[in-house]
């Protein structure tokens, strides 16, 4: 079985981890999406409630398997026997550390990192901007999934 995992906060999952995962499920037979515990970050959404719109969202693809994690990524991988770490590379801005953080982990475990490249529509897209815009009623209808966009709507006071 060729696994992969997609890392990140997913706070909450956009449509740009959505493309990311979605092109990393049909080149492995099974990809992980490992929702990565910050205890010092309070999130908009609770663990829980970030792995459960993975699932909904993800449902459709089939071979994806999601949970949460504290800890170092590499620790995750070596558990689960997973030896590539996929990452989407939105702009320049994301490069410099995103070079670091794969040297680090393949000198830490041998773990490969492999960076697809953006879908150019969500190259200007984070979770936090989602939030920030949200927050003061911007619509964001065509950057998140409808399950997410109600569960923003439902969690963010009325601007
Ligand atoms: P964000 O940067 O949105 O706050 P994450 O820490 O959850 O969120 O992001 C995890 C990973 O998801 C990033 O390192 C990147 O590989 C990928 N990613 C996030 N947003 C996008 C996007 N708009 N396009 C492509 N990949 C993305």
Redesign the pocket.
Known sequence: MRRAV??????P?????L??IGRASKLYDVVHVAV?INKSKQGLFTVEERLDLIREVTAEYGNIEIEAFHGLLVDFCKQRDIPAI?????AVS?FDY?LQMAQMNIGLSGVETLF?P??PT?????????KEVATWGGDVAHLVPPQVLSALTDRLPKP
């Open positions: 997609c890392p990140g906060s997913f706070d999952i956009t449509n740009g981890h493309d990311i990565m996929v990452k989407g590379l939105r994301d995103e697809v953006t879908n969500y190259s200007f897209l984070s979770s936090s901007l989602v």
